[in-house]
């Protein structure tokens, strides 16, 4: 096996996560990575957009990381009439080694193979699970272009103390651009200046309760532009 630079380190719910080599940050909350993905990605974003309906979704996620949202995601839909195409982004993945040694499927109970699948995927190469339709992308977020438009954005990249550019307005504004009418963004992050950016983009806000010990998390809405006819 090849030497790991990621650091593994088990997260106070039971489940894995590691430690960037590269930043410095962790890629989940410490109190908890399966409960913090459960419950800013899966909870606050696929399911609201299940239960208002939608069985057809395109997900855009900024930072495929470990990949514990995309296996949640593909778990979460799984013998359900609802079909996903996931889009996944990362510049720097992870190995396979380190891949290897997060619990998710022991945690999840699925068969470890399904998970490593995710990683083993050629960057680039659409690869089909059912109803589950996974892309992944070895690109810097901003570089990505795409004419698909996006009905829900995990945003999952490191936090703004060591990734600040990717939480301004900027590349949200490109999102944005992504973004299907009424498309939901939904983040761990509810910094200030952040949710400023994404009202200054066209978003409406909502703050949730966040997971675990964290107060807050951010879901944004792309709103629809009605032109008034006035007089």
């Not at 930072?63 to 995309?70: C, I, Q, R, V």
């Not at 690869?127 to 892309?135: D, K, W």
């Not at 966040?210 to 009605?226: D, F, N, Q, S």
Request: net charge negative; with cysteine; aromatic share 12%.
């Amino acid at each position: 096996m090849s030497e790991q630079s990621n650091q593994p380190f088990i997260t106070q719910d039971g489940s894995s996560s590691l430690i960037s080599d590269k930043f410095g940050e962790a890629y989940h909350s410490r109190y908890g990575a399966l409960e913090e993905s459960n419950h800013v990605f899966i909870d606050a974003g696929l399911k609201h957009l299940i239960d208002l309906g939608k069985d057809k979704i395109n997900i855009l996620e900024i930072g495929f990381g470990t990949g514990l949202n995309a296996i949640l995601t593909l778990l979460e839909i799984k013998d359900k009439p609802i079909s996903v195409s996931y889009t996944g982004l990362e510049a720097y993945p992870i190995s396979l080694d380190e891949a290897s040694v997060l619990n998710y499927s022991d945690l999840l109970d699925i068969d470890k193979n399904t998970f490593i699948q995710l990683h083993e995927c050629e960057w680039g190469q659409p690869q089909t699970f059912e109803n589950f339709n996974f892309t992944k992308h070895q690109i810097e977020f901003e570089r990505f272009q795409n004419s698909q438009t996006f009905d829900l954005v995990y945003f999952d990249a490191f936090a703004p103390s060591v990734q600040e550019h990717l939480w301004e307005y900027p590349f949200l504004n490109q999102i944005y651009q992504m973004c299907s009418d009424e498309a939901i963004l939904v983040t761990y992050c509810a910094k200030g200046s952040f949710k400023r950016a994404l009202k200054q983009c066209g978003f409406k806000l909502e703050s949730l309760p966040g997971p675990a010990k964290k107060r807050e998390m951010t879901r944004a809405v792309k709103c629809i532009l009605i032109k008034s006819s006035g007089n």
